[in-house]
């Protein structure tokens, strides 16, 4: 059957008045994004009939992922604004102080008036700005000068832009010459939000413009997430192959989370010996709670189980599917172990399907496989009897996305991940969904 029938899915893995454009901006952005629930204590069962760790399917794996992120909820910190920095992660709402605005503004350069018929002439009294506002009530057959996001003065009802006006005498007066409405060219108090409306909700990203609206509103701290750490050990023995290999894992993976957002710390490689393995994974807990270890399945899985981890599964019925996940604790500190392949391209595949989505819920977001883009394959995908994740390059050419599977031995150009469903295959300029993987 064609792959024209079906959907796959990519992981893409990097004015007026300014304040009410800030605010409108901001409201905008947050309803893209969404709030994370908190919820610390879940529970997950890991085991098959037999008692042992099991195979499981892709999406039993993403919905134990989720639930295991529930585990271990964001940690909240107090920051000073001047420290605010885009990509953190709000932990507390942030109201709206006062009205925005907190007086009737004008959005365009102009005169203030009180509306009636065309025609008619008005005397220029004075002038307004939102510094300096007419503090006096205005009459009939009067006017003021007023700029974009002056203060509307008492009495006016509406604002006509300059080209709308004809100018008398020494400049002293004006005549309107189109038919404007009341109201028109005003934005009245408390439009964009009033005393206590939330504008920022606690599990927002931070962006410039929001950082930009906390500052205006005058708040000097606010209550942001910490940023997760993540330990990365490559295991292997002494093959020069296997050393290849593992440098280049925590190499790719350091790299990929800093690209992220989050802190990485390089853990080193050992021998795939119990005591080396027992060692780092001490000495990584002490560090973070996040530890990605790459090879050495086998032997990490019975450390797992002797430091008394629980080993949520410890395969995925997917090629690769070489991932397992555990959690717990090592002396006494909170753990989440992920177990990926020494080969490079499957453990950059796992590590943007299970520990970048994880890392995001520790920060303060939803766990989420992200936002999906429409694409066109531009080769075909042949069947496979098991679901498969495949490589690809993602970019834009001339406004549309186009997707490349990219061979195993090819890294430089990979930043997509197709999820190909088993009996399946995809020809050349097949649209599939695409989801950024590389981006924070």
Avoid at 1 to 12: K, L, P, Q, R, V
Avoid at 65 to 83: D, F, G, I, N, W
Avoid at 160 to 180: A, H, Q, R
Avoid at 396 to 423: E, H, Q, Y
Wanted: hydrophobic content about 40%; overall charge neutral; charged content about 20%.
């Amino acid at each position: 059957m064609s792959g024209s029938d079906f959907t796959c899915n990519i992981y893409f893995i990097e004015s007026k008045d300014a304040f009410a454009v800030v605010v409108q901006a901001v409201a905008w952005m947050a309803a893209m994004q969404q709030v994370k629930p908190r919820i610390v204590s879940v529970g997950v069962n890991p085991m098959n009939s037999a008692g042992f760790p099991k195979t499981v399917s892709i999406e039993e794996s993403f919905q134990t992922l989720e639930v295991l992120s529930k585990r271990y909820p964001p940690q909240p910190k107090t920051v000073h604004v001047a420290r605010l920095q885009p990509g953190r992660v709000l932990a507390e709402d942030i109201e709206a102080v006062e009205d925005i605005p907190t007086e009737r503004k004008s959005i365009v350069d102009g005169f203030a008036i009180i509306v009636n018929k065309p025609g008619t002439k008005r005397r220029i009294v004075g002038s307004s700005t939102a510094v300096t506002p007419y503090d006096a009530q205005l009459q009939q057959g009067e006017c003021v000068r007023i700029t974009n996001g002056g203060v509307v003065p008492d009495g006016a009802d509406t604002v006509v832009p300059f080209e709308d006006v004809l100018l008398y005498g020494e400049m002293d007066s004006i005549e309107v010459i189109t038919k404007l409405d009341k109201g028109e060219n005003i934005r009245e108090r408390g439009s964009e939000a009033n005393v206590g409306d939330i504008l920022l909700r606690d599990g927002y990203r931070l962006d410039s413009i929001s950082i930009g609206l906390i500052h205006k509103l005058g708040i000097s701290q606010v209550e942001i997430y910490k940023k997760p750490r993540v330990s990365l050990i490559s295991i292997g023995n002494e093959s020069s192959h296997q050393r290849m290999n593992g440098n280049f894992n925590r190499s790719q993976l350091l790299a990929l989370f800093k690209i992220q957002g989050f802190k990485p710390i390089d853990a080193g490689e050992c021998a795939d010996k119990l005591v080396e393995i027992e060692k780092k994974l001490n000495t990584a807990a002490e560090f973070s709670c996040v530890i990605v270890a790459t090879g050495g399945h086998g032997h990490v899985q019975k450390l797992a189980e002797k430091l008394n981890l629980i080993v949520a599964f410890n395969k995925i019925s997917s090629n690769p599917g070489n991932f397992a996940l555990a959690h717990g604790s090592i002396n006494n500190k909170p753990v989440f172990l992920c177990i990926l392949p020494q080969k490079p391209a499957a453990a950059w595949i796992g590590a943007n399907l299970f520990v970048s989505p994880f890392l995001r819920a520790m920060e303060g977001r939803t766990v989420t496989k992200g936002m999906h883009w429409k694409s066109k394959l531009t080769e075909s995908i042949p069947k496979s009897s098991e679901t498969c994740f495949i490589r690809v390059q993602s970019e834009f050419i001339n406004g549309k996305l186009i997707s490349t599977p990219v061979s195993s031995d090819i890294f430089s150009r990979a930043n997509s991940i197709v999820k190909i469903p088993a009996n399946i295959a995809y020809s050349a300029k097949d649209t599939v969904n695409v989801l950024l993987v590389e981006s924070p």
